[in-house]
């Protein structure tokens, strides 16, 4: 039989180096006797507030006393779960905040409204605290500490907080209530019985404390004696805390709500006020020892994380009630097995004594043998039975333990990313936590999957992992065209002002297309879509396989801007103005396996791996027709085995399919470094870069790891694109990337469509 529990609370406020009755941040509430004839019960509400600001004190304590007032009045109105109450309420707290103290009601919200409160300074902490019974109920944000001394040891909530270490977390973007309208609230639980005791405090009183200090201040001492014990420990500087005992209930009447928010001080009167005004043990040693001889075979506390929720499990009361279950469980069986075995068996009901047979010359009668008929009947009851339950026990066993790893992996997932979310600049080991916190949440998915616990905890370590790797996500990419041919091998997209040109070397065809004014979608074909295919007659050329193609601008002897297409039987150029035509290029023979080529100030650039050079054709008037040059000279021996594609900006980047990235001018290698990417390159197929009045990023497609890298020109690491919902848009086999850096568009070409993102352009 569960004991009836109440509150006790105490509170410890100094101002100045001096105890004051008064504490405007606090706030203690019995549950209104008008919602327990309602509804279910919600509990004790316990509240404490920090509000950081340019106010004087007298705004501060209006303030306070405004914000608890809203987070009673939400909570008791509230229904649902405690937790769900307790989120509730601490959000219309900060929404109140926001409205009232950041932005005028006429503000529309806009990404500056949750800069202002954080440059002015103001922001709130609060630690909401519901008691119901055995059951206790934490939500926490911003600059705020509750602790738990249970059964003799303390536990501190939340364990980690940018908010409770030594460097000013102003600036951190940390969590606090005033900052912004999403706002991630931190739920916990606990148990607790009779003699526990909790303690709410603002952060000057938890960066005075630390958590084994608090646990040698406060337990078994009673409101009383840990609040001694607390002005001693804090040294008597200024800090806010408010203590409640877990005391056992005697049975009465409930009464109507009351605030307990009288304080007891050490040099003073000390009374403490209760939901029951239960009277104080004479003395604080005779309240201990009660404590401590209620407590002795209790084991100690066992604690786990599950989801974003801290739960206490006691280890005692979990092995009392396995017990329990088992028991009763032999007992129905047993039963069951005595009632069948009465009935089946012949002779076995009840008789008549001995005495009263004989009296009536029945006794010979009545005595019945066990008969081999007998015996089987009733084993065939008995089998199935005894059968179903070894089968239920075993299966008892499973769930149990499938349970308990299923635990144990939460608890690892949640102790690792609330580290992660503690560590400020340390990027590579809060990436590290973050990691064992996904392989965690994969391995408790396998023990129950689609757990909402689980999908809520990964969702937060996806955030968490976005912000540390620098992630762009495109929330909107739009379809320009699908390319499903059988033999469809999509090479390159290039766009230029409104025109849109796309390579299929599966199919050997150039596709052109038009975007619409908004840039955001095609128009319709007007006649057949393909530019040049495989076999088609070109002038006195006829076109061959499809190897590449780029837009060549007018710069050093050319005067026009051209599309050019290299072919295996030469070079081809279209101009919206007067269409397609065959140009001369000279020295095709010294081409081995050419796989891309570039564009610079009029100059025709070939990568040729297989030859081991890049070849670079100077324009004459009208055609290429002057013998290549030879881009690398013969004292440079460079290794272009395995390179994939280039970009030119002035300086020519040649991409590798390993995920190396080599920088080159005047034909010469230079100092290039990839650097602070959380993840190497992986299987890249394309890289693209322009001239510096162009584009100021280079920009590769990393298919292995499903993203678009930028960077900057020096090789260091600026962010990375990935979609919003990877289903929809497959980055698996990018093929080709096209940024427009003025209009912030990105071109992503695939296997199977071309599509168009907006990216937001850097300052």
Known sequence: MSIELKTVMGQMNIVRGRWASKAPSILAVREPTSRLRGMGSRGDLFITLEIRGDFDESERDNLSQSLAETIRNTYYQSSGSITAGLRRAVLAANEQLLVEYVRSPDDEYDEEFSHRSAGSGLLAGVSAVAVRGEDVFIASVGPAITYAVTRGVVTQFPEASPWLDMADPQATGAPALGRRMGLDVQLFHAWVEPGDILVLGDSRFAMQTEPEQVEKAIAYQGVEGALVNLGKLTGGR????????????????????????????????????????????????????????????????????????????????????????????????????????????????????????????????????????GILRALAFVIPIVVLAAVGLTYWQRGLARENEYTALMDQAQNAYQQAQALGGDDLAARNLLDQAETALVQANAVKPGDTAISELRASVAERQDQINRVERLYWVGKLRSYDGSASQMRRVVVSGLYVYVLDVGADQVYHHRLDEANDALEPDEGDPVLVRRGQQVGEAVAGEMIDLVWMPAGGNRQTSDLLILESGGLLEYNPSWGLTSVPIANKDAWALPVAVGSYFGNFYVLDPQAGQILRYVPSTEDYNIPAEYYFSDQSVVDLSGAVDMAIDGSIYVLYADGTIRKFEAGLPVEFQVTELDKSLSRPTAIYAAPDDVAQYIYVADAGNLRVVQLNKDGRFVRQFKPQDEEEVNFKTLRSIFVDELTGKLYLLNDQALYIANITPLQ
């Open 238 to 373: 200024d800090c806010t805390a408010l203590v409640v005992e877990i005391q056992a209930k005697s049975k009465g009447p409930l009464r109507d709500e009351q605030k307990l928010s009288v304080p007891v001080q050490p040099t003073r009167g000390r009374d403490t006020v209760s939901a029951e005004a239960a009277p104080l043990p004479d003395t604080v040693s005779q309240a201990a020892e009660a404590r401590r001889r209620t407590r002795v075979g209790v084991g100690r506390a066992a604690f786990q994380d599950v989801g974003r929720f801290r739960v206490q499990l006691p280890v005692g009361r979990w092995l009392g009630a396995i017990g329990k279950g088992l028991l009763a469980l032999l007992m129905v069986i047993w039963t069951g097995l005595r009632t069948i075995i009465t009935r089946v068996l012949p002779g076995q009901g009840r008789q008549p004594s001995a005495r009263r047979l004989v009296a009536t010359g029945q006794a010979r009668s009545a005595r019945t043998s066990l008969s081999p008929k």
